[in-house]
Nanobody
């Protein structure tokens, strides 16, 4: 069973940058598509973006051009680089894995079955 641990959250001013990391235990990490999600206060969890095994990516419109997802399979780690942050980016950020093996680039919440504990990102105005 793969376990996911996020890190890198914190408080940043609007316009700033943060890089989140998600470290995965388990030797088959490289075979899983991965995703980043966020849950703003009082709102539902939403997909930020996802990355396939080979590095193809999908982004939500709200973050396209500002956020970048990457992965280092040798380090069992996926990253979320967040630039030009806005107060509306404030949320708990989660990484997730799709372990089913049927999807190349999942883009729905229900496709992901393994979740980290989340890390808080707060963007001040």
């Amino acid at each position: 069973q793969v376990q996911l641990v996020e890190s890198g959250g914190g408080l940043v001013q609007a316009g700033g940058s943060l890089r989140l990391s998600c470290a995965a235990s388990g030797s088959i990490f490289s075979s899983y598509p991965m995703g980043w999600f966020r849950q703003p206060p009082g709102k539902e969890r939403e997909l930020v973006g996802s990355i396939s095994q080979s590095g193809s990516t999908y982004y939500a419109d709200s973050v396209k051009g500002r956020f970048t997802i990457s992965r280092d399979n040798a380090k069992n780690t996926v990253y979320l680089q967040m630039d030009s942050l806005k107060p509306e980016d404030t949320a708990v950020y989660y990484c997730a894995a799709d372990s089913d093996g049927y999807r190349v680039l999942p883009v729905t919440t229900r496709a992901f079955d393994l979740w980290g504990q989340g890390t808080q990102v707060t963007v001040s105005s």
